[in-house]
């Protein structure tokens, strides 16, 4: 999507000319102009060369992974963020496997969304096309660094990345990894960038370059959200925290309930899919929790349990702890989970309603009815029956590789895969039409 817009916004050029920041956007802009009408061929020939670099290059990545992780350490992050920071040889391997992935998907630039020839004999087409240049504003994570790139790329767009100091010497490897395959393949270097400067001035600039970047997406924690929300005047579209429930129903199977809770809640505590609370519908409490209680402590989960669980501590091995109300806010991203007990399903969505930040909840239930209502009642991007949280995933949905959950309700919710990074133009083919 090319916009001829004013840089109304992009106010920090200086006497010598456009700051960093701005310079860079200009030079995406161009980039991202070359790039849309590219067909799928030459676009899947770069990405497959940036998995082959990334592959050739695993020991420089690595190497400069090591001095962001040994920085980490040192100022005492906890450890399930150094777990997000961290590249190993078989992280980088699955990072090259997953620009594979994304190759193999379908352009869906030029795809027809609707078309008809209306009754005066035009034809009429809308027809996805690029969104144009990107922005990415993301923490800790450098697997997002190529993830972003690739999906960017495959759907037609530049991309300015800013990832977290904490991962600034990853970040500058994988960028420079990626932009040499690229102008290799024949594309424009500045298709992918880091967004120039490590201050918080650099961010400002880029989320006021309106004429410049297109659309902006935060991916971390809700502080950063919403500062890019609130201070953008470029748009944004708004990824959200996982705030996310598993509330087991009066007839639920509760084998089945336990593993879902558990997968839930320990199979990756540092994503934003996992489960944070545990609600249990009164009915089978008693049957339920001292099973949840006993694998919540084998899995070494803490729980931060309601009046009613408390009671069930004593006969426990599990590490339980008074709730407060911040608990049911708290997006943990540890070994921690909030846990109560509701009086029915509709209060299990009340619940979920006030504290949910509208990522993924679930419900584990054999009623038909009740899977059904909670269904229609939950207003997140996600709802599960029978199944983990865990799968609220552009990879398990079989999108690829994700540019980030959306919770928002405009044009994209839930993975964002490709073709939530596009947006459409209107195609009119007349004979000589005229109005």
Not at 4 to 25: E, I, N, R
Not at 66 to 79: H, I, K, M, N, Q
Not at 285 to 301: H, K, N, Q, S, T
Request: contains cysteine.
């Amino acid at each position: 999507m090319t916009s001829h817009t004013a840089p109304a916004d992009a106010t920090a050029d200086t006497a010598d000319g456009p700051s960093p920041v701005l310079a860079a956007a200009s030079r995406a802009r161009e980039a991202a102009a070359a790039l849309a009408p590219l067909p799928r061929a030459t676009k899947d020939a770069a990405l497959l060369a940036v998995a082959d670099a990334l592959l050739a290059r695993t020991e420089e990545i690595v190497d400069a992974n090591a001095e962001d992780v040994a920085r980490a350490r040192e100022a005492g992050t906890a450890e399930s963020v150094v777990d997000r920071l961290t590249l190993t040889p078989e992280r980088v391997r699955a990072i090259a496997s997953d620009v594979r992935d994304v190759a193999a998907l379908p352009d869906p630039v030029g795809e027809v969304v609707r078309g008809s020839t209306l009754p005066n004999g035009i034809d009429l087409r809308q027809v996805r096309v690029p969104l144009g240049v990107v922005g990415i504003i993301y923490e800790a994570r450098p697997n997002v660094t190529v993830d972003a790139a690739a999906l960017c790329l495959k759907s037609g767009n530049a991309v300015l990345l800013r990832g977290s100091s904490s991962a600034y010497a990853s970040n500058t490897a994988l960028v420079r990894v990626v932009r040499d395959a690229v102008e290799q393949a024949g594309l424009p270097a500045d298709a992918v960038q880091l967004v120039p400067g490590e201050s918080r001035d650099a961010v400002r600039e880029l989320m006021r370059a309106r004429g410049l970047v297109d659309v902006l997406i935060p991916r971390g924690g809700a502080s950063l959200i919403r500062t890019v929300v609130e201070e953008s005047t470029v748009p944004v579209i708004e990824t959200g925290t996982g705030n996310c429930h598993v509330y087991v129903d009066s007839r639920a199977d509760l084998d089945m309930a336990v593993d879902i809770l558990i997968n839930s809640k320990a199979h990756r505590v540092s994503v934003c899919n996992a489960a944070e609370t545990l609600l249990v519908h009164k009915d089978i409490a008693d049957a339920f929790l001292p099973r949840a209680l006993e694998a919540l402590a084998e899995a070494g989960v803490t729980v931060h349990a309601d009046a009613h669980v408390l009671t069930f501590a004593g006969s426990s091995k599990a590490t339980v702890l008074p709730a407060v109300e911040a608990d049911w806010e708290t997006e943990y991203l540890s070994y921690d989970i909030a846990a109560a007990v509701v009086d029915s399903l509709d209060d299990a969505v009340a619940h979920i309603r006030r504290w949910s930040s509208g990522h993924t909840e679930a419900i584990v239930t054999t009623s038909q009815a009740a899977a059904r209502r909670f269904t229609q009642l939950v207003d997140s991007t996600t709802v599960t029956v029978n199944a983990s949280t865990r799968f609220t995933d552009g990879g398990q949905f079989g999108f690829g590789a994700e540019i980030g959950i959306s919770t928002q309700k405009l044009h994209a919710r839930g993975p964002m895969g490709l073709p939530e990074l596009t947006s459409t133009k209107y195609i009119v083919t007349g004979d000589g039409h005229t109005r």
